[in-house]
């Protein structure tokens, strides 16, 4: 029989360039041409405080965890989550006239089957099936006793 390799550790990232995985290359790049942009659209003041701002978002997306989960799934699960509602309440509203209706609308019967398909076994009988399987059908049951078992 052929032996198989079973994948193990399947949610841990790539690492491409050291310890860094694809994701973070590409945060970090991004983060750089945004650094470059600053720097060549702003006064030498504003570069350095946009920088530090970028570095830290980027920094942040790159490499924090929450829960063992990347930062941004951390960021869509905060905001799904505040944009739902705090407190959810049934707002159905029913008149007075629809509720007296619903006291007074009597319920259908639902008719069931008239009659058994197998009847009941009885205690005895149960006895001697058990007999009979546990024995390996070695056991043969008297013919009175099965048919007064039956009736």
């Known amino acids: 029989m052929q032996q198989i390799v079973v994948p193990q550790f399947i949610d841990v990232e790539?690492?491409?360039?050291?310890?860094?995985?694809?994701?973070?290359?590409?945060?970090?790049?991004l983060v750089g041409f945004v650094i470059f942009l600053e720097f060549k659209l702003a006064a030498f003041g504003w570069f350095v405080l946009e920088t530090v701002i970028t570095v830290g978002i980027g920094i942040m997306f790159a490499f924090v965890k929450f829960n063992g989960m990347p930062f941004h799934y951390f960021l869509f699960?905060?905001?799904?989550?505040?944009?739902?509602?705090?407190?959810?309440?049934?707002?159905?509203?029913?008149?007075?006239?629809?509720?007296?209706e619903s006291i007074h609308k009597s319920i259908p019967i639902v008719a069931t089957a008239s009659g058994r398909t197998k009847p009941l076994l009885q205690q005895s009988?149960?006895?001697?099936?058990?007999?009979?399987?546990?024995?390996?059908g070695a056991y043969k049951p008297e013919e009175d006793e099965v048919s007064k078992s039956e009736e």
């Open 14 to 29: 790539d690492k491409i360039i050291g310890p860094l995985t694809i994701r973070q290359f590409i945060i970090i790049m």
């Open 77 to 100: 699960n905060l905001i799904q989550t505040l944009k739902k509602p705090k407190l959810r309440v049934w707002q159905k509203v029913i008149s007075t006239d629809d509720l007296q």
């Open 125 to 136: 009988r149960l006895q001697q099936l058990t007999l009979l399987v546990d024995t390996g």
